[in-house]
């Protein structure tokens, strides 16, 4: 069954930090374009970060300098380390496997997403 599966999510306060997995099974992460979204309530689905099969990244204007974006291909998962949260961070995360480079990456695997909520 091929899956990616989110963890990491939870409550924190503003300033925090936390540290979401992306986890993938029936194949290999390595092999893909990993992409983090984040969809907030009434609001579309946005991209956070990318990372190439090369290992090129990209991340949004307003996570950049807080968000860092990994692989760990012995583990086959990719994490999220996400620092210096604001309340405007609280969403669903998801993360997705596609082909391609971030520019124009065809994205084939999508996670359920793991919800983050940054409050005091």
């Known amino acids: 069954q091929l899956q990616l599966v989110e963890s990491g999510g939870g409550l924190v306060q503003p300033g925090g930090s936390l540290k979401l997995s992306c986890a993938a099974s029936?194949?290999?992460?390595?092999?893909?374009?990993i992409g983090w979204f984040r969809q907030a309530p009434g609001k579309e689905r946005e991209g956070v970060s990318c990372?190439?099969?090369?290992?090129?990244?990209s991340y949004a204007d307003s996570v950049k300098g807080r968000f860092t974006i990994s692989r760990d291909n012995a583990k086959n998962t990719v994490y999220l380390q996400m620092n210096s949260l604001k309340p405007e961070d609280t969403a669903v995360y998801i993360c997705?496997?596609?082909?391609?480079?971030?520019?124009?990456?065809?994205?084939?695997?999508w996670g359920q997403g793991t919800q983050v909520t940054v409050s005091s």
């Open positions: 997705a496997a596609g082909v391609f480079g971030c520019s124009n990456v065809d994205y084939k695997y």
């Open positions: 029936g194949f290999i992460l390595d092999y893909y374009t």
């Open positions: 990372m190439s099969r090369g290992g090129t990244t």
